[in-house]
């Protein structure tokens, strides 16, 4: 049972791969739960951290990246993103800070703009 006034919620991190997505993921919550790597498409699936406060509880959802499918598993990838953004509160975007948007991230946008 829930006590008054405490509040949760589930946000998701979805950007292009390697977007920063699964170290932010790690630094909000305190310890390396999510693999981080230089290589694109690291995170193959749905990686939650939790944060605990006093008088809340966030779930953080870290996804693949999304990107313009060339294979099946670029595919499956990108359904596992979009299934996962339908489920949460809140969808957080990821763009990388040292880069122009580029192509990919347009993608991104257009992708979330139809799904909400």
């Known amino acids: 049972m829930t006590e008054p006034g405490h509040r949760s919620g589930f946000v998701c991190f979805v950007g292009r791969p390697n977007a920063g997505k699964s170290t932010l993921t790690n630094a909000i919550v305190g310890q390396k739960v999510a693999i981080t790597s230089s290589r ?5 699936t749905v990686v939650r ?4 406060r006093p ?3 966030l779930v953080l ?3 693949p990246g999304l990107h313009k499918p060339r294979t099946l598993l ?3 990838l990108n359904d596992l ?3 996962t953004w339908a489920e949460v509160d809140v969808v957080a975007v990821c763009f990388p800070a040292d880069q122009k948007p580029g ?5 991104l946008v257009k992708e ?4 909400r």
């Open 40 to 44: 694109p498409q690291t995170t193959r």
């Open 49 to 52: 951290g939790i944060v605990h």
């Open 55 to 57: 008088d809340a509880q």
């Open 61 to 63: 959802v870290d996804t």
């Open 74 to 76: 670029g595919e499956r």
């Open 81 to 83: 993103v979009k299934t």
């Open 103 to 107: 192509p990919g991230d347009r993608f």
């Open 112 to 115: 979330l703009a139809q799904a």
